[in-house]
């Protein structure tokens, strides 16, 4: 059984700091590309960032409204993935999940998500 459990969401200050980790389990961790999407309640989902299968020589890909500020990075021998969010803003208030990849022959999707961490970020 795949499973994705979030932790170290919480309250922060305007620019203050947070570390996100996702802990995999289920499938062969080190094969797949994670990614992190977030959502505001009554809004919809928000892509963050992604990591190829090896991020020592694979890819790293952000959205442009946390490029500079966030990095995204994984532990294949710990199955872990982690989001190091930096200077945050009161706009990246938001359940925070994490997803795996999945490849299709008509394209990528994610087939799998985690539970949310919630970050509040507010003076």
């Known amino acids: 059984e795949v499973q994705l459990v979030e932790s170290g969401g919480g309250l922060v200050q305007p620019g203050g700091s947070l570390r996100l980790s996702c802990a995999a389990s289920?499938?062969?961790?080190?094969?797949?590309?994670m990614s992190w999407v977030r959502q505001v309640p009554g809004k919809g989902l928000e892509w963050v960032s992604a990591?190829?299968?090896?991020?020592?020589?694979?890819?790293?890909y952000y959205a442009d409204s946390v490029k500079g500020r966030f990095t995204i990075s994984r532990d294949n021998a710990k199955n872990t993935l982690y989001l190091q969010l930096n200077g945050l803003k009161t706009q990246d208030t938001a359940m925070y999940y994490c997803?795996?990849?999945?490849?299709?022959?008509?394209?990528?999707?994610?087939?799998?998500w985690g539970q949310g961490t919630q970050v509040t970020v507010s003076s």
């Open positions: 997803v795996k990849e999945a490849k299709a022959a008509w394209g990528t999707y994610f087939d799998y």
């Open positions: 289920g499938f062969t961790f080190s094969s797949y590309a």
């Open positions: 990591v190829s299968r090896n991020a020592g020589s694979g890819s790293i």
